[in-house]
């Protein structure tokens, strides 16, 4: 049974809500064939195209940092344009083996990670940031 393909109530604690509850007041491109606007997200607009160029062009206007979470597909096709500048792991201790997905980073091109920053947030889970770079 798919992780979220039934009807579902999300729940969250304070902190993971507060988070989620600012985004929905930060201006978002949402690179899609299918989707059109209005979206349910009040600063977001709709682009469709190739997200490399979407994301080529953005990148050239003076503006805020570009942030993207999930879009495994989009995002290896980023990182393979060489549009990526920071890359953000949080791992948590557990390990599936059996139960696990879908690789992150299957099919992507290799990378060196160069550490930047790391963080632990509740004793277990870590948070590594680094500056990715194509491998030669």
């Given at each position: 049974m798919p992780l979220y393909g039934e009807e579902q109530r999300m729940v969250f604690g304070a902190h993971t809500y507060r988070a989620?509850?600012?985004?929905?007041?930060l201006p978002a491109t949402v690179m899609?064939?299918?989707?059109?606007e209005p979206l349910d997200w009040p600063a977001a607009n709709v682009v469709h195209g190739d997200a490399v160029d979407i994301v080529a062009r953005l990148k050239e206007e003076p503006a805020v940092p570009l942030r993207s979470h999930g879009s495994l597909s989009m995002n290896r096709a980023l990182m393979a344009a060489?549009?990526?500048?920071r890359v953000q792991v949080t791992?948590?201790?557990?390990?599936?083996?059996?139960?696990?997905?879908?690789?992150?980073?299957?099919?992507?091109?290799?990378?060196d990670l160069?550490?930047?920053?790391?963080?632990?947030?509740?004793g277990r889970i870590q948070?590594?940031?680094?500056?990715?770079?194509?491998?030669?």
């Open positions: 989620f509850a600012r985004m929905t007041n899609s064939s299918t989707l059109e060489g549009l990526v500048d791992l948590f201790p557990v390990i599936t083996g059996q139960t696990g997905r879908e690789p992150i980073f299957g099919g992507a091109a290799d990378f160069e550490l930047i920053e790391h963080r632990t947030l509740d948070e590594l940031n680094y500056r990715p770079t194509l491998h030669a």
